[in-house]
């Protein structure tokens, strides 16, 4: 199962099987139009209630995790270049940077 994590709030590339997307007008529209394609635990992500990019991405990971406990791969799309993984997200498995984004393997 693809699941992506997405953070790109104009996201408009394909869906994966699975999508958990950060909260935009944008992003609302394309899962409305995606919806039908995609996981029963797809969801959009409010992520203006945490205090850092980074510790929305922690919350938006440990969801993923338990909606989908057998979850082999994350792909993390529009994660910024510049900005640094959590302290908190290196134990969760192997973490691959690419232009994109990021990816999270089980370890």
Partial sequence: MEILAIF???YSGA???AVWIVDS???RNWFAMAQSRL???SAIFSWERYSSLESALC???WGIHDHFPDWQRILVVGWPP???LPIEMQEEGRWE???DGLVLYRA
Avoid: C, L
């Fill in 15 to 17: 869906p994966g099987d």
């Fill in 25 to 27: 007008v944008s992003n």
């Fill in 82 to 84: 510049d900005r640094s």
């Fill in 59 to 61: 919350y938006m990971i």
């Fill in 97 to 99: 940077r690419r232009p």
């Fill in 39 to 41: 996981d029963e635990n």
């Fill in 8 to 10: 790109d709030e104009s």
